[in-house]
């Protein structure tokens, strides 16, 4: 059912750009949605740690698009396309690391609602330290930084993962 429902947003998503300054967020409510379906898959209605652990994947997948975006901003600005690495500019940095922050934060509530295990909590650690070092060697107009920033997000990726099923595993 909750797939069923965010089919309008997929749908919409690849216009979004068009539209409006936050595609990313667009692609942060359907990239994350996984923690709805996922929890709903186990459970049989939807508890506040999914929906906090909804909210952590749109902010981490809104800082790291827009990393991205900052590799495009130039010729998207050209050809009309927007983005949050347009409509932040000079910012973009500032408001990445508090979407970081924001992720970590609501990462860390959702594990503490299920009462993680310490595992958890220093795999998010870890995640944290990645993404705050490598933040703060980031600079926008860098294209080939933000890539490889970008790249990394598979690994902080796999560390979270790791961390949300650590109570499940342990």
């Known amino acids: 059912?909750?797939?069923?429902?965010?089919?309008?947003?997929?749908?919409?998503?690849?216009?979004?750009?068009?539209?409006?300054?936050w595609p990313q967020a667009f692609l942060g409510l359907n990239f994350a949605s996984g923690a709805l379906i996922g929890w709903a898959s186990?459970?049989?209605?939807l508890h506040w740690p999914a929906l906090i652990?909804?909210?952590?994947?749109i902010a981490w997948?809104?800082?790291?698009?827009?990393?991205?975006?900052?590799?495009?901003?130039?010729?998207?600005?050209?050809?009309?396309?927007?983005?949050?690495?347009?409509?932040?500019?000079?910012?973009?940095?500032?408001?990445?690391?508090?979407?970081?922050?924001?992720?970590?934060?609501?990462f860390g509530l959702a594990l503490y609602l299920v009462q993680a295990p310490f595992l958890s909590y220093?795999?998010?650690?870890?995640?944290?330290?990645?993404?705050?070092?490598?933040?703060?060697?980031?600079?926008?107009?860098?294209?080939e930084f933000s890539l490889r920033f970008f790249r990394l997000q598979n690994q902080v990726g796999m560390i979270l993962a790791l961390a949300a099923l650590a109570p499940v595993m342990f």
């Open 122 to 143: 220093a795999m998010l650690f870890v995640a944290a330290m990645v993404l705050a070092t490598a933040h703060g060697m980031w600079k926008p107009e860098n294209a």
């Open 53 to 57: 652990l909804y909210l952590a994947g």
């Open 1 to 21: 059912m909750i797939g069923f429902l965010l089919l309008p947003l997929i749908a919409a998503y690849p216009y979004m750009k068009r539209i409006t300054w």
């Open 61 to 106: 997948v809104v800082a790291y698009d827009t990393v991205y975006a900052h590799m495009d901003a130039k010729d998207d600005a050209l050809i009309g396309i927007k983005s949050t690495a347009l409509h932040w500019g000079p910012d973009s940095k500032k408001y990445i690391g508090i979407g970081w922050a924001v992720t970590v934060i609501l």
């Open 42 to 45: 186990i459970e049989t209605t």
